[in-house]
């Protein structure tokens, strides 16, 4: 059963990272519309500003939960080289309950501005703004998914590793984790 949740998981993580290909895509060619009609045509588009703005949420909330999929968000990593394996399951999950946590608050938030404010629309667009909102809604909700689907990896798994397929990078190859360089590597020696 958990097996077959961390595969769900994987694929709506899949789904979402598509899904910000897409958005990426549909900003890039409003703002290159909106930079046409300006300087050239000499006319702008007056819903371009708010469009690139709203699709740049969703970007950075779709992109959120990419990112903690395959374990690239920023962390404070005091405690990676600390401790054996059995430490660093612990701290990893611990990690991600918080992770969990926030991703509930986000999630509720989101819910709640839906609710409350969903039923407006933008001012030049006349976009439902509930579109806008659902955004931290979705987003948290995917994000608290991920760390579920952690969480119970690193408690079932013997190893170090997480049992979550991470989001396939250019040409079907795995994203590389972001190392960390000590200060002290980079340094040029004193005269």
């Known amino acids: 059963m ?92 611990l990690l991600h309950i918080l992770i969990s946590v926030f991703a509930a608050i986000v999630t509720w938030q989101g819910v709640r501005y839906c609710i409350l404010n969903g039923a407006q629309t933008a001012p030049t667009t006349g976009l439902p703004m509930v579109f806008v909102y659902s955004a931290l809604a979705v987003g948290g909700a995917l994000l608290f998914l991920v760390s579920i689907a952690k969480i119970f990896g690193l408690q079932t798994s013997a190893m170090d590793t997480v049992s979550v397929p991470a989001v396939p990078g250019p040409a079907g190859t795995e994203p590389a984790a972001l190392q960390a360089v000590p200060l002290s590597s980079t340094a040029e020696p004193a005269p």
């Not at 979402?16 to 060619?29: M, P």
């Not at 962390?75 to 394996?85: R, S, V």
């Open 2 to 93: 958990m097996r077959a949740f961390t595969r769900a998981v994987g694929g709506l993580v899949r789904l979402a990272d598509h899904l910000i290909g897409l958005l990426l895509l549909v900003t890039v060619a409003v703002n290159a519309a909106a930079v046409f009609m300006r300087y050239v045509v000499g006319d702008s588009i007056s819903w371009s500003e708010e469009a690139i703005r709203y699709l740049a949420i969703w970007i950075t909330f779709l992109g959120a939960v990419a990112a903690s999929q395959a374990d690239e968000h920023m962390d404070m990593n005091m405690l990676a080289e600390f401790g054996g394996a059995g430490f660093q399951r612990w701290h990893r999950s």
